[in-house]
C-alpha cells in the first residue's frame, strides 16, 4: 500500500506557512526597528532668505489664525526653527531645501493626538509664500508670511 501523498506532505506545508508568517514577522519588526536616516540638515548660509521671525496670518473655518515662524542659524552653521500659535510652540523637527523651497516638518498636539506638519515656504516679494499641510494632506492651507517688526 502507497502512502497518500496528502499526508505526507501535509506537516510540511504547515511548517512552511508558518516560516513564512514568521519571516514576513521578522521583516516589518525589522523596519519598524530599523535606524532612520537623520533629518535632513540645511546650512544657514543656503537659507538667507529664509531666516528671521515671520508672522502667518491665515484663514480657518473657525475664524482667524496666526503663526509665528523664527527661522535662525544654530552655532553649528545650520537652521533651526520654531513654530508658535495660540496653541503653543512646536521645534521643527526636520529643515528640508529643495529648489526655491524651504521644508519645516513638525508635529503638534491636538486634543492629545501628534498631527504632522509640513509647511513649505517660497520667498516672494515682500515676504514668504507658504503651503500647509496637515496629517499627511487630510487638510492644507496657504498663506504669505511677513517678516515680524523687531
Same mark, same amino acid.
Given at each position: *500500500?502507497?502512502?497518500?501523498?496528502?499526508?505526507?506532505?501535509?506537516?510540511?506545508?504547515? *511548517?512552511?506557512?508558518?516560516?513564512?508568517?514568521?519571516?514576513?514577522?521578522?521583516?516589518?519588526?525589522?523596519?519598524?526597528?530599523?535606524?532612520?536616516?537623520?533629518?535632513? =540638515?540645511?546650512?544657514?548660509?543656503?537659507?538667507?532668505?529664509?531666516?528671521?521671525?515671520?508672522?502667518?496670518?491665515?484663514?480657518?473655518?473657525?475664524?482667524?489664525?496666526? *503663526?509665528?515662524?523664527?527661522?535662525?542659524?544654530? =552655532?553649528?552653521?545650520?537652521?533651526?526653527?520654531?513654530?508658535?500659535?495660540? =496653541?503653543?510652540?512646536?521645534?521643527?523637527?526636520?529643515?528640508?531645501?529643495?529648489?526655491? +523651497?524651504?521644508?519645516?516638518? +513638525?508635529?503638534?498636539? +491636538? =486634543?492629545?493626538?501628534?498631527?504632522?506638519?509640513?509647511?513649505?515656504?517660497?520667498?516672494?516679494? &515682500?515676504?514668504?509664500?507658504?503651503?500647509?499641510?496637515?496629517? &499627511?494632506?487630510? +487638510?492644507? *492651507?496657504?498663506?504669505?508670511?511677513?517678516?515680524?517688526?523687531?
Amino acid at each position: *500500500m502507497t502512502p497518500d501523498r496528502r499526508t505526507t506532505t501535509e506537516p510540511r506545508r504547515g *511548517m512552511l506557512l508558518e516560516l513564512s508568517g514568521l519571516a514576513t514577522a521578522l521583516f516589518f519588526t525589522g523596519l519598524l526597528l530599523a535606524p532612520r536616516p537623520a533629518a535632513a =540638515q540645511v546650512k544657514a548660509s543656503d537659507a538667507q532668505d529664509f531666516l528671521g521671525q515671520w508672522t502667518l496670518p491665515l484663514q480657518t473655518q473657525n475664524g482667524p489664525f496666526t *503663526m509665528d515662524i523664527d527661522i535662525s542659524e544654530r =552655532q553649528d552653521g545650520m537652521v533651526a526653527a520654531t513654530v508658535s500659535s495660540q =496653541q503653543g510652540e512646536s521645534p521643527v523637527e526636520k529643515v528640508g531645501r529643495s529648489g526655491p +523651497y524651504l521644508t519645516l516638518d +513638525y508635529s503638534l498636539d +491636538y =486634543q492629545g493626538q501628534a498631527i504632522s506638519v509640513s509647511i513649505s515656504l517660497r520667498p516672494t516679494e &515682500g515676504g514668504l509664500s507658504a503651503s500647509l499641510d496637515f496629517a &499627511g494632506g487630510q +487638510y492644507t *492651507m496657504s498663506g504669505k508670511a511677513t517678516k515680524a517688526s523687531s
